[in-house]
């Protein structure tokens, strides 16, 4: 039978027994596609995935994600095969950091001490001292000794955050998350006038405007832990829509709804199309076939492991 005609739990079988046979683990993010989630051996935010590729002792990993969570794991295995289901799964926010102009900024300011949100890509990471993610970002700024001025990169909406947050000046680079900037902050607040007694929790990527409105600001582990703690039975979650099913999983009494996206927003939905350009599909196809595979050169993962490490330490 073609793989093309397998019904969705024939490919999740396939998945689970290739898995097996391979000796390969599958780290998901909370993004991803239920049907994904459901045969990973892990799901998680950015850190913990990192956690997770530093720690495993499998030949094989699967990152179901995006382009710069495979890379992260390629660096910190580089004997190890990775694999991602779709090499087109990247991120805007890694886009919108080129490494000539990142380069340019840099030489501007050779005093300061260059902290890079681990969205960019592997080429990024080799030109800064350290890495963070939103679940520590708050601590990793921290760390920095006080008389060192800072270049913070590539998001401007969690560099803002973190300015507020630890009174540190940074030099923001200019780049966004397409889906975290899509929030309508006029929706919000009517969905909000007809469910008042909802708490609002926000991912630290959207607008600065939404954080304001905000109960509660944090990565998506952060906010699934939230949603699970917290008294409240009501909540409005502006992040991508796919950490729903995780979250309703955990708590299924709970009400739960997607913060409302602006009108000229793609699908109107919140969805990252980076992430959901993995399907079950190509999931089975890249096990199988031991392909699309992250590649990078010696020197890149040699340096760019540098400033991984420097966060994991501090994590
Ligand atoms: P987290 O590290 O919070 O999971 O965020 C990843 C991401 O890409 C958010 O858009
Ligand atoms: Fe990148 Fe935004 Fe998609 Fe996260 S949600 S992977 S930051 S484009």
């Given amino acids: 039978m073609s793989i093309t005609t397998l019904q969705k739990s024939d490919l999740q079988e396939q998945v689970i027994r290739l898995k097996k046979e391979k000796n390969a683990v599958i780290l998901a993010h909370y993004y991803q596609e239920p049907e994904i989630q459901e045969v990973a051996d892990f799901i998680g935010d950015s850190l913990e995935l990192a956690k997770k590729a530093a720690q ?147 991912h630290p990527e959207s607008e600065a405007h939404i954080l304001k409105v905000a109960n509660y600001v944090g990565s998506t582990s952060g906010m699934l832990n939230y949603v699970k703690q917290s008294p409240n039975h009501t909540f409005i979650v502006a992040t991508e829509a796919g950490i729903l099913h995780q979250m309703q999983k955990d708590v299924p009494e709970k009400i739960l709804i997607p913060a409302p996206a602006k009108e000229d927003n793609t699908c109107a939905c919140s969805e990252c199309a980076f992430m959901k350009m993995n399907t079950l599909q190509k999931l089975y196809n890249c096990l199988e076939k031991e392909d699309p595979e992250i590649t990078l050169s010696e020197d890149i993962m040699h340096k760019a492991l540098i400033p991984i490490e420097r966060m994991l330490q501090l994590s």
């Avoid at 840099?106 to 001490?113: A, E, G, L, S, T």
């Avoid at 270049?151 to 947050?165: Q, S, T, V």
């Avoid at 780049?175 to 609002?200: M, N, R, T």
Wanted: hydrophobic share 40%; aromatic share 6%; with cysteine.
């Fill in 56 to 202: 495993t002792t499998a030949d094989i990993i699967v990152f179901a994600g995006v382009h710069f969570m495979a890379e992260t794991a390629k660096i910190l295995n580089p004997s190890k095969k990775v694999l991602l289901p779709d090499l087109k799964a990247g991120c805007s926010l890694a886009e919108s950091c080129p490494p000539e102009a990142f380069r340019e900024l840099k030489q501007k300011y050779p005093d300061h001490v260059v902290v890079t949100y681990i969205n960019c890509s592997a080429e990024i990471k080799t030109l800064s001292d350290i890495v963070c993610t939103s679940s520590n970002a708050e601590r990793i700024i921290n760390a920095i000794p006080p008389d060192k001025p800072i270049i913070f990169a590539p998001d401007k909406n969690l560099g803002k955050y973190l300015i507020e947050k630890t009174g540190r000046k940074m030099l923001l680079w200019d780049g966004a998350c397409i889906v975290h900037e899509a929030f309508s902050l006029d929706k919000l607040l009517e969905l909000y006038k007809a469910h008042p007694q909802a708490k609002i929790i926000a």
